[in-house]
């Protein structure tokens, strides 16, 4: 399984207004509703609202991600957001989270999206990258650096 694989170029959003966590959360969610309408907006953000409360998902280095399972679909989205200057989501490293990877999976999945997650911390982990991620601004080219990182 690969990160560039799973990421689906319509739902890789920049330039992210700075809100307060939750607000940030709803917006993020909201959009890939309007790209992918079969997915029930108050579903979603009842359920990675839930997951938020119980222990952020901000990990070090500006990543956070967002994550949770979902009935009633039948395949795993991953979105990415951007929001260049940042957002409290309270990280390890109490820097701004700037980059969010948003997953969205089956019910019926079991731990499928633990090894998302291993996934983007693999590629991520490296300090210099994020600079190099930021830097970026069109979703074929950030695709692209994805699976040239992986």
């Known amino acids: 399984m690969k990160l560039s694989e799973l990421m689906d170029q319509e739902l890789i959003f920049f330039n992210l207004p700075s809100l307060e966590k939750?607000?940030?959360?709803?917006?993020?969610?909201?959009?890939?509703?309007?790209?992918?309408?079969?997915?029930?907006?108050?579903?979603?953000?009842?359920?990675?609202?839930?997951?938020?409360?119980?222990?952020?998902?901000?990990?070090?280095?500006?990543?956070?991600?967002?994550?949770?399972?979902?009935?009633?679909?039948?395949?795993?989205?991953?979105?990415?957001?951007?929001?260049?200057?940042g957002i409290a989501f309270e990280s390890i490293d109490g820097l701004n989270t700037k980059i969010f990877i948003m997953i969205l999976h089956p019910e019926e999945t079991g731990n499928h999206h633990l090894e998302i997650l291993k996934l983007v911390s693999n590629l991520f982990i490296k300090k210099n990258i994020i600079a190099e991620f930021l830097a970026i601004k069109d979703s074929k080219d950030i695709i692209k650096y994805i699976k040239n990182n992986e």
């Open 22 to 85: 939750v607000d940030f959360l709803k917006k993020l969610i909201s959009l890939i509703v309007e790209r992918k309408s079969h997915l029930n907006e108050s579903i979603v953000s009842e359920l990675i609202l839930k997951r938020e409360e119980l222990c952020s998902t901000a990990l070090d280095n500006h990543i956070a991600i967002p994550h949770a399972k979902i009935p009633g679909i039948d395949k795993t989205y991953l979105s990415l957001g951007i929001c260049d200057s």
